[in-house]
């Protein structure tokens, strides 16, 4: 038999404080999943319209190339796309909530951008720089939508653990601890019950 489990004063302290700290434990994971829910319920919300705007930008991507290859040929574009740079087309930035790194996008401002093209102005068209520019927002929303889905998933992998823990407390520590603690109260109140019988048969004897 566990030693904490003996009815004594001490024991009865320590499993109303265990069961005080439970309580409190159960109420901020039910507050952490509640947050969490709502902050799901708007990143799935936003999937919707980044996702509408993703497949409009390919659209719009593949038209362009469409035309460019169209008006330059199919060699020369893909000769270019081999020299294009290779940087990113956003930045990965982390804000936490409740305890969790959710990825958020930086976009990168492409129309101002001044970094080096590998082709000559005046030896293409106007219709690559579109279709370079659409693709690069193409491919800046391929990035936001990357990081939705990993917010999701992380958002949905918290909800449950949280669920569990929440569950875990509410359904085992803090029944077993209010049993243990009318446990103890009951024999401990018994014992000071036999203790002043006990006591009240002495001092009747003595008179």
Known sequence: MDALNFPTKRNLLLARQR???ARKGYDLLDKKRHVLIVEIAAIRAQAGEVWDRL???LHTAY???H???TEMGCERVLDIGRDMP???AASIIFRGIMGVELPCVKPRDFENDTATLPYSLSETTVSLDK???AW????ELIVSWGAIENTIYKLDLHIKK???RANALRNITIPMYETRIKYMQERLEERERDELARLKHVKGRRT
Do not use: D, E, S
Request: charged residues 10%; aromatic residues 4%; glycine residues 4%.
């Open 19 to 21: 069961l005080a700290l």
């Open 55 to 57: 497949c409009a930008a």
């Open 63 to 65: 038209a362009a190339l």
């Open 67 to 69: 035309v460019t290859y």
């Open 86 to 88: 290779t940087g990113a």
């Open 131 to 133: 279709a370079v520019l």
């Open 136 to 139: 690069k927002k193409a491919l």
């Open 162 to 164: 949280t669920q569990k």
